[in-house]
């Protein structure tokens, strides 16, 4: 009995340890997300994004940003 005992609490230590790493490694990409008033937009929450909070951009929202002003300079230099 005590055999199963060991192996649960050594289970749970394991799976504890392997949740912390992956929060740990995630947190940045996470916080990111978190921290973009463009996702927040996109979700119909924006009058719910805190004023304290400074604003950084998610990468798939970053790349979107860039993709206009690329489309954008493409058309300037065409009208030129």
């Given amino acids: 009995m005590m055999i199963i005992y060991l ?8 799976m504890f340890g ?3 790493l992956l929060i740990w490694y995630s947190w940045p990409v996470i916080r990111r997300m ?4 463009w996702c927040w937009q996109s979700c119909h929450i924006m009058k719910h994004y805190p ?8 990468p798939h929202h970053a ?3 860039r ?7 493409v ?6």
């Fill in 18 to 20: 392997q949740s912390a």
């Fill in 34 to 37: 978190v921290h973009c008033p």
């Fill in 7 to 14: 192996w649960a609490i050594l289970f749970f230590l394991v």
């Fill in 51 to 58: 004023a304290r909070w400074s604003s950084s951009m998610c």
């Fill in 67 to 73: 993709a206009q002003l690329a489309l954008r300079r």
């Fill in 75 to 80: 058309q300037r230099l065409a009208h030129s």
């Fill in 63 to 65: 790349q979107r940003i």
